[in-house]
């Protein structure tokens, strides 16, 4: 069974511009979380979708977007990008079925590098 | 405030040694309760949950996590440590009901010695 597969792996981008990062969840996992992690703020919750809405989300500027497609994969976007936006970008996905929660399972990240 | 404690940023113990790492949360209520583990430049391993039950939870490679709702502790264990171990480990926390909502703690760096 596949895991949680996250694209690309690596990624450099100038100040100003915008990017997006792709998660494709493991097959029939609902719920898609992303994470920041960096070396001072440690590991942030963004924002979670589930079939297709957002349900929650963290405290994070509005530039931080993400959407979620019909087959649960999901893309976060970030405009206007800032030098403090370098970070390991994680995403999870969880089985989710209603009040029975199950854990999530991570993919390797997308390490984002603005200059 | 919800919020994940390790109050250790980095421990070093021998290989063979046994390792106790601490975690302690402040929540409402008590919590989903997760140990990841995170190799350099990787993503995030689950190493064990606890949800409810018994209180001493068993996980992969050999740990186990004792949760003690008088303290608000879940502390890691593992009897013997071997070179492979060290990583990066983080408690970390979920309300009951949105589990995908996950708040981790500051993480704690374990080295080997050998």
């Known amino acids: 069974k596949a895991g949680v597969t996250q694209t690309p792996r690596y990624l450099i981008k100038t100040r100003g511009q915008q990017v997006t990062l792709s998660c494709s969840p493991i097959?029939?996992?609902?719920?898609v979380s992303w994470y920041q992690q960096t070396p001072g703020q440690g590991l942030q919750f963004l924002f979670e979708y589930f079939s297709e809405t957002q349900r929650n989300k963290g405290n994070f500027p509005g530039r931080f977007s993400g959407r979620q497609f019909s087959n649960s994969r999901s893309e976060m976007n970030v405009s206007t990008l800032e030098l403090g936006d370098s970070a390991l970008y994680l995403c999870?996905?969880?089985?989710?079925?209603?009040?029975?929660?199950?854990?999530?399972?991570f993919g390797q990240g997308t390490r984002l590098t603005v200059v | 405030a919800q919020s994940v404690t390790q109050p250790d940023i980095h421990i070093t113990v021998s290989e063979g040694a046994s390792l106790e790492l601490r975690c302690n949360y402040s929540?409402?209520?008590?919590?989903?309760l997760f140990w990841y583990v995170q190799s350099p430049g990787q993503g995030l391993q689950l190493l064990l949950k606890?949800?409810?039950?018994?209180?001493l939870v068993q996980g992969i490679k050999g740990f186990e996590a004792e949760f003690k709702r008088s303290q608000s502790s879940f502390n890691l264990r593992k009897p013997s440590v071997h070179w492979s171990d060290a990583a990066e480990y983080f408690c970390?926390?979920?309300?009951?009901?949105?589990?995908?909502?996950?708040?981790f703690g500051s993480g704690t760096r374990l080295s080997i010695r050998p």
């Open positions: 999870a996905s969880s089985l989710d079925r209603g009040t029975q929660n199950t854990e999530a399972f």
């Open positions: 970390a926390v979920a309300l009951r009901g949105s589990a995908s909502k996950i708040i």
């Open positions: 606890y949800f409810s039950g018994d209180t």
């Open positions: 929540y409402g209520a008590t919590p989903y």
């Open positions: 097959s029939g996992h609902r719920s």
